[in-house]
Every structure is written in C-alpha cells, then in structure tokens.
C-alpha cells in the first residue's frame, strides 16, 4: 500500500502536499526512512541555529522539531482511537499552543532527538500492527473525516515538509 492507494476522502485537501511528499513508498518504508532521515537531519543542525528564528514569531528548529514529535503522538492517538472504535470524532489541536508551551528551546538537541526515535518506533509498531481492514477504518478527527492509513502517512509526510521548511528558511 502506498499513498497512490488513498482516496481523496480518506483525508482532507490541505494533507495533498504531505502525502505526496512520501512517494511511491509504503507506509512502513515510509515510516523507517522517516526515522533515519529526520534524525539524521536534526543531529546535523549546527547549535548556533537550533534556537534560530527566520522571523520574529516563527518557530525555532527545535520547536519544529518538538512540534513534529507532539503531532506524530496525536496521530497515531487518533489512528488508534479509529482502530478500535470506528466513527470515533476526536477533537483538533492548537499547533501553536502546543508549541508556545512546550519548552523545546530549553532541551538538548540529542535529548529531542532520543525522543522522536522512541515516538517513531511506537508509532511503526502501531501501524505495523493494524490489518488491512483496521487501516481502512475511519473517524472524525478536528470536523473532518480521516482514515487510519492516512494517517500513518500524514505522519511520514509532514516531517518530510517541516524538513523543507528548515532546510530552505533556517540552515
């Protein structure tokens, strides 16, 4: 399964750009090189820019990076949520909230790096877990309907973006 398996109703319009980031990959492949990747590409920020901003309220790299850490956990609460009970409608979250609370530039960079590993390999586990029926379920999730593979990839393809982002804005 890849992302060229999902139907445009299994997310919303906005999530085009991070599922297509992943490619022609499944979701576990998908989710292993995402661990490899990101943290490699973290390790590599020099100090000097991990508290950076572009601009006076954009957030630092280490904020990203927490907030991809805090994003990947609500996913895969959501994805888990529509596994074990369908039709489930689950509530948004305020990203900047999370991020204005979170005190990522107060950490070490190895700290939030030791942090999304042990994030990314619970959430392979989940995923790896699921048939193929429980990928297919879906739920409600900020008033929108989404499913469980989705997910998994909205995962994979928002750090791809937020990658992106710091490479082209930061470094």
Known sequence: MTTADLSLSEYQPYFKNY???VGEMSLMESLTKGLLETQS????IPQEKHAYRYAPDKWTPK????HLIDSERVFCSRALHFARAANTELPGFDENEFAA?????FRTMD???EEFVAVRRASFLLFQSFSKDVLLQRGKANQAEVSVRALGFLIAGHAVHHLKVIEERYL
Not at 101 to 105: C, G, I, P, T
């Open 101 to 105: 609370n979170s005190n990522a530039n």
């Open 19 to 21: 599922m297509d980031s």
């Open 111 to 113: 700290n939030l790096v």
């Open 63 to 66: 904020e990203i990076f927490l």
């Open 41 to 44: 590409f973290f390790e590599r």
